[in-house]
Nanobody
């Protein structure tokens, strides 16, 4: 069974920083990409940042230059360093893992974490 466990959310003042972490647990052969999405109240879930196992990152325009995604393939972990946070970054942040190949089944699938709240407010 594959699980994504997130940590690092919280309350921060505008201009502050937070670092989110997400670890995929279970007996995993490989993961194609991991990333972060967010969903604010009344809005659709949107991509924040994503990185492939080859190391190619992509970002939403709204976070470019402020957020940095990095991954550790050996540990099946992804991080999101968020700097210069703005109130509009307030949302539940969800970790995602795409193209996960569990050793037991070797059937590819996508997985989501349970979400972690990020609130940017003074």
């Amino acid at each position: 069974q594959v699980h994504l466990v997130e940590s690092g959310g919280g309350l921060v003042q505008p201009g502050g920083s937070l670092r989110l972490s997400c670890a995929a647990s279970g007996n995993i052969f490989s993961i194609y990409a991991m990333g972060w999405y967010r969903q604010a109240p009344g809005k659709q879930r949107e991509l924040v940042a994503r990185v492939t196992n080859g190391g190619s990152p992509s970002y939403a325009d709204s976070v470019k230059g402020r957020f940095t995604i990095s991954g550790d393939n050996a540990e099946n972990t992804v991080y999101l360093q968020m700097n210069s946070l703005k109130p509009e970054d307030t949302a539940v942040y969800y970790c995602s893992a795409e193209g996960v190949l569990p050793i037991a089944s070797m059937t590819e699938g996508d997985y989501w974490g349970q979400g972690t709240q990020v609130t940017v407010s003074s």
